[in-house]
């Protein structure tokens, strides 16, 4: 089990910004590949970015354009970078790392909320 401890959350008007850190051990971006989810009351939890091992970046057609996954192996941490905010953003997100043949390992997750 991988250990992620994510932050960055709070309370922003429609419009603002926000970024979200997903602290881990070292080494994990290494061997993981890296994911950004989120959950709205009453409904699933779908994924929003993810990023690959080797870099490769992918995203949900309702964030592109809009947020940024990123990470950075010196302070072993992944962002989402979240910009022009929308009340449907509103979520409590939560990150993943995840490696074929492994279970997957989730944070606690951080509570997003957008003000319209």
């Known amino acids: 089990q991988v250990l992620l401890v994510e932050s960055g959350g709070g309370l922003v008007q429609a419009g603002g910004s926000l970024r979200l850190s997903c602290t881990t051990s070292?080494?994990?971006?290494?061997?993981?590949?890296m994911a950004w989810y989120r959950q709205a009351p009453g409904k699933p939890r779908e994924l929003v970015a993810s990023?690959?091992?080797?870099?490769?970046?992918s995203y949900a057609a309702s964030v592109k354009g809009r947020f940024t996954i990123s990470r950075d192996r010196a302070k072993n941490t992944m962002y989402l970078q979240m910009n022009s905010l929308k009340p449907e953003d509103t979520a409590v997100y939560y990150c993943?790392?995840?490696?074929?043949?492994?279970?997957?390992?989730w944070g606690q997750g951080t509570q997003v909320t957008v003000a319209s």
């Open positions: 993943k790392a995840f490696m074929w043949g492994m279970n997957d390992s």
């Open positions: 070292r080494g994990i971006f290494s061997l993981y590949n």
């Open positions: 990023i690959q091992r080797d870099g490769d970046q």
